[in-house]
């Protein structure tokens, strides 16, 4: 047996995840041109349909993916230019990334910001092509925009750090186990 990689699940940190959203209403979501919701309306042309509702919760809660297409017809074309609500069910959403390994060892939350058109393939060509777009690079300002936020929120109310890290250590009881087996060494891949 040859051992490759291994990623652990990610824990959510409602906590965390309110305080992102708090903010993310504060600074709404970007704003785009006509050119490049144009743009956007033509790369989305180039593959098929994805699901018609977005979000994650949309997998996992029927509700939510009804409210979530209700946002997305009224919002029209192919950018997401609406926030979805809060999810905070249980959900998987797979991934190759190490973020599930760091919410194992300290408090972790995450936010989703349209950087492509709804509905592009994950690592495709139509999402590389917007990456040096302004619609990549306002995606990329206001997530960072939400970030700071929150982290002023964080820093300046104790107590929303105290219920983040209870949460934390309530729902990582169990302890971290590494997916990687103590006896795996590097391997290049064929």
């Not at 950018?79 to 809060?86: A, D, I, Q």
């Amino acid at each position: 047996r040859r051992f490759i990689d291994g990623l652990a699940d990610t824990v959510s940190n409602h906590t965390l995840e309110q305080v992102l959203y708090r903010n993310f209403q504060a600074l709404g979501v970007p704003a785009y041109t006509a050119e490049e919701l144009d743009f956007a309306g033509r790369l989305s042309g180039t593959y098929a349909p994805g699901p018609a509702a977005p979000g994650i919760g949309s997998r996992y809660d029927a509700g939510y993916a009804a409210q979530a297409e209700t946002l997305r017809r009224e919002a029209g074309g192919a950018m997401n230019r609406f926030l979805l609500p809060l999810y905070e069910g249980d959900a998987f959403q797979p991934g190759s990334t190490d973020v599930g390994d760091v919410s194992w060892l300290c408090p972790t939350a995450q936010i989703h910001v349209a950087a492509w058109p709804n509905g592009s393939p994950g690592h495709s060509w139509q999402n590389v092509s917007c990456g040096r777009t302004a619609i990549g690079h306002k995606a990329a300002l206001h997530a960072g925009k939400v970030l700071a936020a929150a982290a002023i929120d964080l820093l300046g109310d104790a107590s929303l750090l105290r219920q983040a890290r209870e949460e934390f250590l309530r729902r990582t009881a169990s302890g971290y186990v590494c997916p990687i087996p103590p006896d795996a060494v590097p391997t290049i891949a064929d």
